[in-house]
């Protein structure tokens, strides 16, 4: 069983900087792409920030040069630098990792989710 659990998040100013991590855990044989997603208030969830294995990044055009993805080695770890936040920014911020477990094919799974808050 795989587990993908996020931290970080919280209240922030316009402006100001927030940081999450997300870890993916258990039977995982490689990982295809980590990303996250983000759910606001009357919107469909929206892909944020996602990094391929192999390091290529790409954003949501809205957070482009404010937000930084990064892994580390082994890319079952990956965080989410976000700078010069803005209130739209505002949402509950979804880990998702796309991997090939221990056994069988490629799948999916999602962490928790956890809620950034900017306010102006």
């Known amino acids: 069983q795989v587990q993908v659990a996020e931290s970080g998040g919280g209240l922030a100013q316009a402006g100001g900087s927030l940081s999450l991590s997300c870890a993916a855990s258990?039977?995982?044989?490689?990982?295809?792409?980590m990303g996250w997603y983000r759910q606001t208030p009357g919107k469909q969830r929206e892909s944020v920030a996602w990094?391929?294995?192999?390091?290529?990044?790409n954003y949501l055009d809205s957070v482009k040069g404010r937000f930084t993805i990064s892994s580390n080695n082994a890319m079952n770890t990956v965080y989410l630098q976000m700078n010069s936040l803005k209130p739209e920014d505002t949402g509950v911020y979804y880990c998702?990792?796309?991997?090939?477990?221990?056994?069988?094919?490629?799948?999916?799974?999602w962490g928790q989710g956890t809620q950034v808050t900017v306010s102006s």
């Open positions: 998702h990792a796309d991997f090939v477990p221990a056994r069988g094919k490629s799948t999916v799974a």
């Open positions: 990094i391929h294995n192999g390091g290529n990044t």
């Open positions: 258990g039977s995982i044989a490689s990982i295809n792409v």
